[in-house]
């Protein structure tokens, strides 16, 4: 069928929408709703499409498109459920099981006839994670089953006046029932309120006399102190007292005073010192390796089992500072020196990595310059994986992958996907040609023309696109919560294999014939030097789509084609 995706953004579930969707040999169209309802009429006109499908929209279809035309909505909640904040709900209010619902666009917001539903558990994550991860699974789920039945065209959608639909209506949440009383709100409390809030739109609070919107939550067992009082520092987050115990908080924003451009989210401590030098809260690293019965938060960690190393990393967004690059190769170098046969990168679930971060760099006093940092610090942990030839290297993506982080998993032996995973190996939308060794380790992947095509293309690939191109070279059918153990198991098993010295052995001569062949320094130098002209012209499209990007203002096309702009994470 000709199927047209009508989006607020080009977010994770609009991309794997559209990827699997074309895997199962559909022709799919995106139009970006944002921009209002002229292009949405638009792209209906020119694509003409058997059945128009909606991921993820914050603003209601044209009436006369939904009237003329079958438009099926993917809500994130059950059946019955309607309202805004449906997500938020689930996770603030520790929900165990949640839903997504497929159902048609009317005149009431989400009233319409139910197509398909499908249920999810909630575990206790962000509601951003628990969006790309287990919700997302079920909106694909749900939104396949949809599509055959109303290709079959024998199926009734049920109307939401059946006595089996309860209908549920929620106002949206608004930021006096996300407020923290930090002297009355237990630890459990104060973190269901902010992993209900994580991504958008965060809680709105009070720091150092400033009204900043709180961004993320991770329990800590040790540190104590007054309730709301600020605590310590750990690479960029801060922890924060409640009246049982502390909260680390990865990210703030500031709120936007009148006449300001956009804020957007950057790491609490930076946030913190760019409006007191000096305030003081001490740093308090966490070891590489933590006992199991730590409960505190740390972006970066190693444990050892047998043979295999598992070095573990999760950054906000997925975006990498040059900060975080610099600790990650030093992790990296760290577990290059246990006596281990397989070295497994990657977090326990969510993001890879999405390369480079926008945000700390649009935040920068010269974004040019900090660029370059970013770019070069990436490079060396690329360069580092690269140049490993005493083990096997896996990347293990429990989550999405973009731009540097998705040629951070190439620079890998073997590349390992959870089948819903999206990966998007391309630079385009930023206006960037790229670097972090892509023109080595993509066409050595999947060939010169196909490398040429993903880049200049870019579009999203689904996990098992990438499988058949040669990108991945194993996908794991896990849960989003079982990935992390059955990635260890495999990892396990390829340790004990009797051939696993034959493989070291392998990699390590064509290393050195492909560096005989062209050094991996050529690359970099050849990779930067157009990259730098890129970061040090002012009127480079790189600038202006980067500051979009970050601050989450309209960009892109207005046409109904798959390459549109929008947030890719």
């Given at each position: 069928?000709?199927?047209?995706?009508?989006?607020?953004?080009?977010?994770?579930?609009?991309?794997?929408?559209?990827?699997?969707?074309?895997?199962?040999?559909?022709?799919?169209?995106?139009?970006?709703?944002?921009?209002?309802?002229?292009?949405?009429?638009?792209?209906?006109?020119?694509?003409?499409?058997?059945?128009?499908?909606?991921?993820?929209?914050?603003?209601?279809?044209?009436?006369?498109?939904?009237?003329?035309?079958?438009?099926?909505?993917?809500?994130?909640?059950?059946?019955?459920?309607?309202?805004?904040?449906?997500?938020?709900?689930?996770?603030?209010?520790?929900?165990?099981?949640?839903?997504?619902?497929?159902?048609?666009?009317?005149?009431?917001?989400?009233?319409?006839?139910?197509?398909?539903?499908?249920?999810?558990?909630?575990?206790?994550?962000?509601?951003?994670?628990?969006?790309?991860?287990?919700?997302?699974?079920?909106?694909?789920?749900?939104?396949?089953?949809?599509?055959?039945?109303?290709?079959?065209?024998?199926?009734?959608?049920?109307a939401q006046t059946d006595e089996s639909v309860t209908v549920v209506r929620r106002d949206v949440v608004r930021q006096q029932q996300r407020r923290i009383d930090w002297e009355q709100d237990d630890t459990e409390t104060v973190l269901s309120k902010l992993r209900g809030a994580d991504s958008q739109p965060g809680v709105l609070d009070e720091l150092l006399g400033h009204e900043v919107f709180l961004h993320g939550g991770h329990p800590e067992d040790r540190w104590r102190g007054r309730p709301g009082a600020l605590l310590a520092q750990r690479a960029g987050a801060v922890c924060r007292a409640t009246r049982d115990g502390a909260v680390w908080i990865p990210e703030l924003r500031p709120r936007k005073n009148s006449g300001d451009p956009a804020p957007f989210r950057r790491p609490a401590a930076c946030v913190l010192a760019s409006w007191h030098p000096g305030h003081g809260l001490p740093e308090d690293p966490a070891p590489l390796e933590l006992p199991p019965d730590r409960r505190t938060w740390t972006d970066i960690r190693y444990r050892q089992q047998g043979d295999v190393g598992f070095l573990s990393f999760s950054f906000p967004g997925g975006a990498m500072s040059?900060?975080?690059?610099?600790?990650?190769?030093?992790?990296?170098?760290?577990?290059?020196?246990?006596?281990?046969?397989?070295?497994?990168?990657?977090?326990?679930?969510?993001?890879?990595?999405?390369?480079?971060?926008?945000?700390?760099?649009?935040?920068?006093?010269?974004?040019?310059?900090?660029?370059?940092?970013?770019?070069?610090?990436?490079?060396?942990?690329?360069?580092?994986?690269?140049?490993?030839?005493?083990?096997?290297?896996?990347?293990?993506?429990?989550?999405?992958?973009?731009?540097?982080?998705?040629?951070?998993?190439?620079?890998?032996?073997?590349?390992?996907?959870?089948?819903?995973?999206?990966?998007?190996?391309?630079?385009?939308?930023?206006?960037?040609?790229?670097?972090?060794?892509?023109?080595?380790?993509?066409?050595?992947?999947?060939?010169?023309?196909?490398?040429?095509?993903?880049?200049?293309?870019?579009?999203?690939?689904?996990?098992?696109?990438?499988?058949?191109?040669?990108?991945?070279?194993?996908?794991?059918?896990?849960?989003?919560?079982?990935?992390?153990?059955?990635?260890?198991?495999?990892?396990?098993?390829?340790?004990?294999?009797?051939?696993?010295?034959?493989?070291?052995?392998?990699?390590?001569?064509?290393?050195?014939?492909?560096?005989?062949?062209?050094?991996?320094?050529?690359?970099?130098?050849?990779?930067?030097?157009?990259?730098?002209?890129?970061?040090?012209?002012?009127?480079?499209?790189?600038?202006?789509?980067?500051?979009?990007?970050?601050?989450?203002?309209?960009?892109?096309?207005?046409?109904?084609?798959?390459?549109?702009?929008?947030?890719?994470?």
């Amino acid at each position: 069928m000709d199927i047209l995706l009508v989006a607020s953004a080009f977010n994770s579930l609009s991309q794997r929408l559209y990827a699997e969707l074309s895997d199962h040999g559909h022709q799919v169209d995106v139009v970006l709703a944002a921009h209002g309802p002229d292009p949405v009429r638009a792209a209906v006109r020119e694509v003409r499409p058997d059945l128009i499908v909606a991921p993820m929209l914050k603003t209601a279809l044209p009436e006369d498109v939904w009237r003329e035309h079958t438009c099926l909505i993917v809500h994130p909640g059950p059946p019955g459920d309607r309202g805004p904040s449906s997500l938020d709900r689930a996770v603030s209010g520790r929900a165990e099981r949640w839903g997504v619902t497929v159902l048609q666009a009317e005149a009431v917001m989400d009233a319409g006839p139910i197509w398909a539903a499908e249920p999810f558990p909630v575990p206790p994550v962000g509601k951003s994670d628990l969006y790309r991860n287990e919700a997302s699974d079920a909106a694909v789920t749900a939104v396949m089953t949809a599509v055959r039945r109303y290709a079959e065209g024998a199926h009734k959608p049920l109307a939401q006046t059946d006595e089996s639909v309860t209908v549920v209506r929620r106002d949206v949440v608004r930021q006096q029932q996300r407020r923290i009383d930090w002297e009355q709100d237990d630890t459990e409390t104060v973190l269901s309120k902010l992993r209900g809030a994580d991504s958008q739109p965060g809680v709105l609070d009070e720091l150092l006399g400033h009204e900043v919107f709180l961004h993320g939550g991770h329990p800590e067992d040790r540190w104590r102190g007054r309730p709301g009082a600020l605590l310590a520092q750990r690479a960029g987050a801060v922890c924060r007292a409640t009246r049982d115990g502390a909260v680390w908080i990865p990210e703030l924003r500031p709120r936007k005073n009148s006449g300001d451009p956009a804020p957007f989210r950057r790491p609490a401590a930076c946030v913190l010192a760019s409006w007191h030098p000096g305030h003081g809260l001490p740093e308090d690293p966490a070891p590489l390796e933590l006992p199991p019965d730590r409960r505190t938060w740390t972006d970066i960690r190693y444990r050892q089992q047998g043979d295999v190393g598992f070095l573990s990393f999760s950054f906000p967004g997925g975006a990498m500072s040059t900060g975080q690059c610099r600790r990650l190769l030093a992790a990296y170098q760290e577990a290059l020196s246990r006596p281990t046969r397989v070295l497994v990168l990657g977090g326990p679930r969510d993001f890879f990595s999405n390369g480079i971060h926008l945000n700390v760099i649009e935040a920068a006093p010269d974004p040019a310059q900090e660029s370059w940092a970013n770019l070069n610090a990436m490079d060396d942990l690329v360069e580092a994986v690269l140049r490993t030839t005493d083990r096997l290297v896996v990347a293990a993506l429990a989550g999405n992958a973009a731009a540097g982080g998705a040629m951070l998993a190439l620079a890998a032996d073997q590349v390992w996907c959870r089948t819903g995973v999206v990966l998007n190996p391309h630079y385009r939308r930023m206006g960037l040609y790229g670097s972090e060794f892509w023109t080595y380790t993509l066409p050595r992947r999947v060939g010169t023309e196909r490398a040429g095509r993903l880049t200049a293309e870019a579009l999203p690939a689904s996990a098992a696109t990438a499988r058949r191109i040669g990108l991945v070279d194993r996908l794991v059918p896990a849960t989003p919560q079982d990935f992390a153990a059955e990635a260890g198991r495999l990892a396990t098993d390829l340790a004990a294999t009797a051939g696993l010295d034959r493989l070291i052995a392998e990699k390590a001569a064509a290393r050195t014939a492909d560096e005989r062949h062209r050094p991996l320094a050529r690359y970099r130098e050849d990779e930067l030097a157009r990259m730098h002209t890129l970061f040090f012209d002012p009127e480079a499209p790189y600038h202006a789509l980067r500051s979009a990007f970050v601050r989450k203002t309209p960009g892109g096309s207005h046409r109904p084609l798959a390459p549109v702009g929008g947030d890719l994470r």
